[in-house]
């Protein structure tokens, strides 16, 4: 049996930016990893807020360093290739106005060759597969088919898609959200923006809002190409995800101008069914952050920047409880976490609702209301001087019926 403070399932971004925490308050921590790094995994436009995040755990400098294309915020662009550009400098005041596209089997691996740095033994090729709560092991299984058994003062479920903890301890419920698809690939030689424009992340709005894309520009001039929309959407096309796609960009103003010069250079991939609630977040001896606790939807590109809030404050109230203080972890994680997400929801809603569009789009809107959505969008939910922050749903219709 093998020993350690903190025992971490998964070395997404999550679960490396707790570690490092935890490793830079003295804690030893163990990293179970089923993968080989890099590896790839979607989802590859930041948000202002993960700077902050990586800024506190001292790993801002290795992530800059590694020349990533910078994101200076979103234009939102229509049927009729009308653009908005929403500037994440244009915010609240808050310090990081900008972000980074990366490719997350990259940025991933530097994040998790960060922890090791800092002395996380990181085990890849251990597939968790139980764990008891009584006594906090877990048992793993090793690439070779061998088992291994692990106990932990604390136990971390940073598993993302895999939601171990959640699938192992009943914890999974169905979300709210509706059954969506997203069918994505890279492509290179399309057309980009001159300079900091060229960084923006384009949200593109198909057809009646049925369905949109995100276009995310890479530094060594390769994009992530990929179209969200609800699963019947797709199928009753009765297209192959591949010709779905090309009929996408040739039926769209903007889309078709934009890439009539580029090459696929991926499969396209397809991921569907991808939204995902929980009970609880945490019980004696463990707690779940990142995509292993609630997945919402890509639309703001707000997963990593959960992910690293989540891991920044699990790990805080973990150092505190290993150290024999009395933590809330109702009040100070769970309900803590749930307002930033619970905003970001409204907005999810907001935006398949066709609402959000006629927000962005219209120009009846004062700069302080401008600089607010600026402000969500860089992923600063917490902030109660934000005017949606309170009552999300409520400010949006109120403001919809305005512009109305
Ligand atoms: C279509 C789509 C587009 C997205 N776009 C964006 C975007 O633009 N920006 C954004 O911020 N987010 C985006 N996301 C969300 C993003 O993918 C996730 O929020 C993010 O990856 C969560 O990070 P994590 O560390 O929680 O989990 P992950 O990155 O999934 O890492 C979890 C790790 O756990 C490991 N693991 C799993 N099971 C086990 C096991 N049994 N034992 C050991 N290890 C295990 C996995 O191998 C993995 O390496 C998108 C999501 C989707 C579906």
Known sequence: MEKCDVLIIGGGPSGSVAACKLLNAGFSVTILEKLDFPRFVIGESLLPRCNQILDENDLINTIESQNYMVKGGAIFINEEKKEQYIDFRNNLGQKWGTSFQVKREEFDNVLLESAKKLGADVRHGYEVMAYDNDKNQITAKDREGNIQEFEARFVLDASGYGRVLPKLMDLDIPSDLKLRNAIFTRVKGEFRRDGDAEGFIDIVIHDDNQAWLWVIPFSDGTTSFGVV?????????????????????????????????????????????????????????????????????????????????????????????????????????????????????????????????????????????????SSILSGYVWDENNYFVKDTRQKIDALVSMIE
């Open 229 to 373: 929309c609800e699963e019947e959407y797709f199928t009753k096309t009765g297209l192959s995800k591949e010709a779905f796609f090309d009929k996408v960009i040739s039926d769209h103003k903007y889309l078709k101008e934009k890439f009539e010069k580029a090459e696929k250079i991926a499969p396209v991939g397809i991921i569907n069914g991808y939204s995902a609630a929980i009970k609880k977040m945490y019980g004696k001896g463990f707690a779940l952050s990142g995509n292993a606790t609630e997945f919402l939807d890509p639309v703001f590109s707000s997963g990593v920047t959960l992910a690293l809030e989540s891991s920044n404050k699990v790990a805080e109230l973990i150092i505190k409880e290993l150290k024999g203080e009395k933590v809330d972890w109702q009040k100070d994680y769970e309900d803590y976490m749930m307002i930033g997400i619970n905003v970001f929801r409204e907005f999810v809603y907001a935006w398949y609702e066709g609402k959000l569009r006629k927000i962005f789009f219209s120009a009846h809107k004062s700069e302080k209301i401008q600089q607010s959505i």
